[in-house]
């Protein structure tokens, strides 16, 4: 019996489990742990001259826009560079013709006018989504990158994603008839910390309160800093305030109680003790984010007992269930988040139900049961691939590869 191959395509090594937040490491060891045969290729074309030219423009661009107060475009968000990752796609594909499915973890790129294998696309946000959230308005660079989207979707045979607003997104604006629902896992090991009582009685005597993340703006870094200010005010036994992910240099001031960690790699022996154990002595995880999508670490929060206080934006409630693993704040505002984090510290009672309830929400999302959901979408039962509704186009819908965006 053949097993399933599956090429796994992502921005970055899935071997490295510090890419894209773990999720490409963690999503092809668990198909491996299904016998699947995975082969591992990375997006990311190889640093010739041309990638590094391209790398030297963006960068300029970017420091200028600072300076003028525009939005600075990440570099595969610029057409010429989008046309030299189609290029190194296209060369891929010519180069492994086999396998039973092209699985990208993105939305921006596919191989369906390269190759003949079957595309399958696993992400949590169109790029079209991601800038009406942020309240963006789109230029006409942004505008073609939504059509290549667009088209990639429509001529996958099957598409995943993460959360329910970008599923009915794809929907209801791509036209893209049965997108899949598929929660991602936590990026943890069921064994670590095994007993959540004996974790909540060390939490409940902790002063730590935790913040695990990159991106001080969209995060809400700012608002948390004073809404920490402010909070450690109206205490009598100030807290911590443990940022990682933030550097210290990152920050507009010094502030008294706070510990930046930098970013900690989990493939790192230290550094990954460091992490759970920052995991393990947080009292609160706070995360004012002003927009989405929402991060996998609030999944690691929350199966270490650890009440969340998140903001209320698109998807909140997927993740969070208000007022029983954590609570969702009405706005990214420093004195509404001050206002829950006293709340919940002064009620014992109340912090012990959720942190109770924080691992059983989440017991279940394991990326064991994120890949038995997926084999059984994409009909993979048994050891044998079963016929499945394509999204394909009709042939003369799709364009050809000549046409791929050009800078």
Known sequence: MQPLKVNLFCWGDSNDINTWSNV????????????????????????????????VLSNHYNRVASKYGLRPRPLFRIPAFHRLVNFHLARTCRRIRDGDLNLFLTFSFSSFRYSDVPVAHYCDRTY??????????????????FKMEKQNLQNARYVFSFNRACLEFIRERYGVPHPELLAAGINLSEDDFPDPSALI??????????????GYHHRGVDILLEAFKRFNARVQDPFTLHLVGVARLG???????????GYLRKDDPTQYREYMELLASARLFVFPMRFGPLPGVLREALWMSTPVILTNVPNASERLQDGKNG????????????????????????WR???????????????????????????????????????????????????????
Not at 32 to 55: A, F, M
Not at 131 to 144: F, H, S
Not at 251 to 259: G, I, M, T, W
């Open 24 to 55: 490409p490491y963690f999503f092809a060891r668990a198909l491996s742990s299904r016998k699947v045969d995975v082969r591992r290729l990375d997006l990311i074309p190889e640093r010739g001259p041309v990638h590094r030219t391209l790398e």
């Open 128 to 145: 079209e989504l991601d800038l009406a959230e942020q309240g963006i308005r789109p230029t006409y660079v942004d505008r073609r990158l």
């Open 201 to 214: 009685a060390r939490k409940e005597a902790s002063r730590d309160i935790l913040f695990i993340g990159r």
């Open 251 to 261: 920050l507009s001031e010094p502030q008294a109680n706070v510990v930046c960690h």
């Open 327 to 350: 609570i969702l704040a009405a706005k990214a505002d420093p004195e509404e988040i001050a206002h829950w984090m006293s709340s919940l510290v002064s009620d014992s009672e109340r």
């Open 353 to 407: 139900r959720m942190a109770g309830y924080a691992r059983e929400s989440v017991r279940e999302e394991t990326w064991g049961a994120t890949i038995d959901r997926f084999l059984d979408v994409i009909g993979w039962t048994q050891g044998h691939a079963e016929a499945a509704p394509s999204h394909r186009t009709r042939p003369e819908d799709v364009p050809p590869a000549s046409s791929a965006l050009v800078g």
